[in-house]
């Protein structure tokens, strides 16, 4: 990557304060390219003036340019919707796409079959067995896995919450949490700023973090106590893989915890009472 490459050569001319700009960056690579200058001034604790002196030193007229540059540069390897709109527009036929999307899914599923998903999973429902509530947070793509796995745990854990940006409620879920508390960060390419900054709250807090997500560039990658790593189809939006592994955690907290049972059977008997089922 151009940018990171001509940060670390002239890292060592440069001033303490462009230094200071120089580590965020370079620590925080996914997150720049969403804060405004004001954001990463009060993150690197300089001034704006600052910034945009940094930015003319890297050849750019100001931080505006600096940033549309970060974000061409940190994008990933995972699919996006204009893949799937290229995938689309292609000359394939039905057979030829179905073929392309099943063999890329299995292709992700197999490379989750490894001893370090086991003992990283084994690791994980440690931690959550340890904890006195567990939250679990994703925005926009990624909001749709993190409510699979909200309704999965809830089933078999009731101190299970589930953080959203959809209005201000989430301030009042998470203005108790301590250091027994756990939270599953859930953040997929593109990553997105709320979910880091509840993520970095939580550290703040000292709470324990586990971190789902596709890359040791996700940002969510330095401030997590555990990070779980998980590729998803490459040629289609598909979280089969991630889906998968959830499905697999819940019951291996659930085996470990002997606490499902209980609220199964409560489930049964309001399930049945309300007649909730055809």
């Known amino acids: 990557m151009k940018i990171f490459n001509e940060i670390n050569e002239k890292y060592n001319e440069m001033s303490k304060s462009h230094k200071l700009i120089s580590d965020f960056i370079l620590n925080n690579r996914n997150i720049v390219p969403f804060l405004s200058i004001i954001e990463l001034s009060d993150e690197c604790r300089v001034s704006t003036s600052t910034i945009t002196r940094y930015s003319r030193l890297l050849g750019f007229n100001g931080f505006t ?51 370090k998903t086991i003992i990283d999973l084994n690791e994980i429902t440690d931690l959550m067995i340890k904890s006195k509530d567990i939250y679990i947070v994703g925005s926009r793509s990624s909001m ?84 779980l790593i998980i590729k ?12 998968t592994i959830l499905n697999i955690l819940v019951m291996l907290y659930n085996k470990s915890s002997n606490l499902g049972d209980q609220l199964y059977e409560v489930q049964d008997l309001v399930s049945t009472f309300f007649d909730v089922y055809l």
């Open 65 to 115: 340019e600096l940033q549309k540059q970060l974000k061409r540069e940190v994008t990933t390897d995972l699919v996006s919707f204009e893949e799937i709109r290229k995938l689309n527009e292609s000359n394939s036929n039905s057979e030829s796409i179905f073929n392309t999307i099943v063999d890329s899914n299995i292709r992700a599923l197999e490379a989750i079959r490894n001893k």
């Open 232 to 243: 998803n189809g490459e040629e289609s939006f598909s979280f089969v893989s991630t889906m």
């Open 144 to 227: 749709s896995v993190a409510y699979y796995l909200y309704f999965l745990l809830k089933s078999v854990r009731k101190d299970t919450f589930l953080i959203s940006n959809q209005n201000d409620g989430f301030i009042k879920e998470v203005q108790y949490i301590d250091k027994d508390d756990l939270l599953i960060s859930i953040s997929y390419s593109k990553y997105t700023k709320f979910t880091y900054r509840v993520t970095e709250y939580f550290k703040l807090q000292h709470s324990k973090i586990v971190a789902i997500t596709d890359s040791t560039e996700s940002p969510l990658y330095n401030i997590a106590d555990k990070t």
